[in-house]
């Protein structure tokens, strides 16, 4: 397997030595995303532990089903905002390096576009409205067992096991670049700091 790097021009003063940085709009929907992915996951473990009579537990699943709404939101502006400013390339990575992180970023984005509508169908199968916040509610749907399966499956049975796998990964790789490589790759998705202007 080739470890040919990719290499261009000597990075522009104040950019990470890894590549140019993503835009402020990118960054901050990229923060967010991934603040509401350490909400909605302990929200789902205490909710799915409670007992059913506390008089709690209605309320940890409206917080859980509206974060993970949230979370369908911003990625779906993510996506938009990515197709209209795509992402820096890298520099300084080997090949197979760039491939993976464009692999398991695409993975990501389908976990988390996947988990918030199988997370839906599961809920709004029984033909119940899902609260949003309770600031209003969103239609449920007429009851389909072949649709409920298959949204429990994805949504219990193999999405959570692919989401805390794609995040461990995520967060690997970060501190690999951060400890090991030490180029800067953090970098690209912070702003820029005072000394770098």
């Known amino acids: 397997m080739s470890t ?9 003063a104040g950019t990470p030595a890894a590549g140019a940085r993503y835009t402020l709009t990118a960054q901050a929907l990229h923060w967010v ?3 509401l992915m350490f909400v909605v996951l302990p929200l789902a473990w205490v909710m799915v532990s409670m007992a059913r009579d ?10 859980h089903k509206s974060v993970g709404l949230t979370i369908l939101a911003l990625v779906a502006a993510r996506l938009v ?11 300084h990575t080997a090949r197979w390096e760039a491939a993976a992180a464009k692999a398991s ?9 996947g988990m918030p509508v199988s997370g839906y169908l599961l ?6 409205p899902v609260s ?8 449920g749907l007429p009851k389909n067992e072949t649709a409920d399966g298959i949204a429990t499956w994805l949504h219990v049975a193999t999405g959570q096991w692919a989401v805390y796998a794609l995040i461990l990964l995520h967060l690997g790789a970060t501190a690999w670049h951060i400890v090991v490589r030490r180029d800067g790759l953090l970098g690209r998705m912070l702003p820029a ?3 770098d202007a």
């Open 193 to 195: 700091q005072s000394q």
């Open 123 to 128: 809920s709004a199968g029984s033909g119940r």
């Open 4 to 12: 040919t790097l990719q290499t261009t021009e000597t990075p522009a």
């Open 54 to 63: 506390n008089p709690s537990r209605g309320l940890m699943f409206t917080l």
């Open 33 to 35: 995303t991934g603040g």
């Open 105 to 113: 970023h695409w993975l990501l984005y389908a976990v988390m576009v």
């Open 81 to 91: 905002w990515r197709r209209m400013n795509p992402a820096p390339a890298l520099r």
């Open 132 to 139: 949003y916040f309770g600031l209003f509610t969103i239609p």
